[in-house]
């Protein structure tokens, strides 16, 4: 059975993985023992409670919400979850 080898930079890493097999080194693989961050967990558990939407935008709106969201320093998904609430907000 092979070795993985020893990766200077991620990006070497991730061409051996394009051309190469899991499986080929299942051995060399061990359980982790860590325990999960709680804050980390809780944010895994809270996201099982979201549900996908499919939105229709154009080009034009989804580059100006990447480009307020990138001067805000947040994603634009994140950035358009907030509008949405705000909006959900100001209707009640």
């Known amino acids: 059975m092979p070795k993985i080898p020893d ?3 991620a990006e070497e890493e991730a061409e051996f993985w394009e051309t190469h097999s899991v499986s080929d080194y299942w051995d060399e693989f061990r359980p982790v023992k860590e325990k999960l961050d709680p804050k980390l967990k809780a944010k895994i558990k ?4 979201l549900k996908r939407v499919t939105l229709r935008l154009s080009q034009e709106q989804i580059a100006a919400a990447k480009r307020i969201a990138t001067e805000k ?6 950035l358009m979850r907030m509008w949405i609430v705000e909006g959900i907000k100001a209707q009640r």
């Open 7 to 9: 990766f200077k930079t």
């Open 46 to 49: 809270s996201r099982a409670n």
């Open 73 to 78: 320093g947040i994603p634009y998904q994140t």
